[in-house]
């Protein structure tokens, strides 16, 4: 089964609208963090934000913000005001407390932003 | 160096050759991961290494995979007698210490099997 879904396998906004990628996750631990990364055309993974299990609280980075909801296994990720440079893929991701070195990505949300 | 860096960035190469891919991580950085991403998916993981032994290996699809960190720095994934099936990119991350925290990945190597 997947540990982590991204359901929307691409997204397309028009400048200055306000998206939300969607990221379910699934694990028995009680102990995990949850990760977003942006992978632009260049192909290197960059990461946005790390969320341990214990902290729900919602987080809030500039025109990032992410919200955390264990009752719903749900991470997503909204993007305020978007910019053509927010076009890219862009993946959640998991890691158990059995193995912190083991990543488990989605398959990702492909987001276009047309000018 | 300032980032981790892949080579070659693109591989082609013949179905049933062998290939080594090389990643060299950030200066000090313990950790070193290899990853696989095929065309429209997330990446998946398959090996990790602190310092120069493979803390986890469960990720190899098979034993045509291998993968070393002789010196605990420089690390060379080999893949013998590919198959069309191995095509994808290959992405390698480093971290100062482990544990998920602070993963780097670099921009990875495309691997063609033809």
């Known amino acids: 089964a997947q540990k982590v879904t991204q359901a929307q396998t691409e997204i397309s906004v028009v400048e200055k609208e306000d998206v939300t990628l969607d990221c379910v996750y699934e694990?028995?631990?009680?102990?995990?963090?949850l990760f977003w990364y942006k992978q632009p055309p260049s192909g290197e993974l960059v990461f946005l934000i790390r969320?341990?299990?214990?902290?729900?609280q919602n987080e809030i980075s500039g025109r990032y913000s992410w919200n955390f909801q264990k009752s719903t296994s749900s991470f997503n990720f909204t993007i305020t005001a978007s910019q053509v440079v927010d076009s890219a893929v862009y993946f959640c991701?998991?890691?158990?407390?059995?193995?912190?070195?083991?990543?488990?990505f989605g398959s990702g949300t492909k987001l276009n932003v047309k000018p | 160096g300032a980032g981790v860096s892949q080579t070659p960035s693109n591989k082609v190469t013949e179905k049933g050759k062998y290939v080594e891919l090389r990643c060299d991580p950030i200066?000090?950085?313990?950790?070193l991961y290899w990853y696989r991403q095929s065309l429209g998916q997330g990446p998946e993981f398959l090996i990790y290494?602190?310092?120069?032994?493979?803390?986890?290996d469960s990720g190899l699809p098979n034993d045509r995979f291998f993968a070393v960190r002789p010196e605990g720095s420089v690390s060379t994934l080999k893949i013998q007698r590919t198959e069309r099936g191995d095509s994808a990119v290959y992405l390698c991350?480093?971290?100062?210490?482990?544990?998920?925290?602070?993963?780097?990945f670099g921009s990875g190597t495309r691997l063609t099997v033809v």
């Open positions: 991350a480093s971290s100062l210490t482990g544990g998920g925290y602070g993963y780097t």
């Open positions: 694990t028995r631990d009680t102990t995990y963090y």
């Open positions: 969320r341990n299990s214990f902290d729900e």
């Open positions: 991701a998991l890691s158990e407390a059995r193995n912190f070195n083991k990543f488990y």
């Open positions: 200066s000090g950085h313990t950790a």
């Open positions: 290494f602190q310092g120069t032994g493979a803390a986890d």
